[in-house]
């Protein structure tokens, strides 16, 4: 998977960490990782083949969102923030959920400042049901001091 495709996926699984909508966060995960799917199809798929790796994309990343979505709870968003608030650039915070059984490890990858605030692209490498997955994103400090993913 490309790295824009990877920046999607932090999308995905970031609704599935700020999930406060309609949308429980299985609904968010699958929405949102078809989306992601779908765009790794597009990249990878050429010619007539692509509208079947953009179609067999889409549901796979579905299927992998809904996972994410479905095993990240109340703790594992904690602790996502925690990390977004108080590690090092380049130093990972690493989690096992007891409840669960999925790991994560969380690695700020770049710190900046915009007029908002704090911004810190990051590294997620996360085992949820036996299954790994790389995702790359963005998550900003908002005003009220929570993080919100932005890419």
Not at 73 to 99: I, M
Not at 108 to 121: D, F, I, L, S
């Amino acid at each position: 998977m490309n790295q824009r495709s990877l920046r999607l996926g932090a999308w995905a699984l970031a609704a599935a960490l700020t999930a406060g909508c309609a949308m429980n966060q299985e609904q968010s995960g699958a929405l949102l990782g078809g989306a992601v799917g779908a765009a790794a199809g597009s990249a990878v798929g050429r010619g007539s083949g692509q509208v079947a790796a953009v179609v067999l994309g889409a549901l796979l990343g579905s299927v992998a969102g809904a996972n994410i979505g479905r095993h990240m709870d109340e703790q594992d968003r904690v602790r996502a923030a925690q990390v977004f608030e108080s590690y090092p650039t380049g130093s990972p915070g690493r989690w096992r959920n007891p409840d669960t059984g999925d790991s994560y490890a969380v690695t700020p990858t770049r710190t900046y400042e915009t007029a908002q605030g704090p911004c810190r692209e990051f590294r997620m490498r996360a085992t949820v049901g036996g299954e790994a997955d790389t995702v790359y994103g963005t998550a900003c400090r908002q005003p009220d001091g929570t993080w919100q993913i932005v890419q």
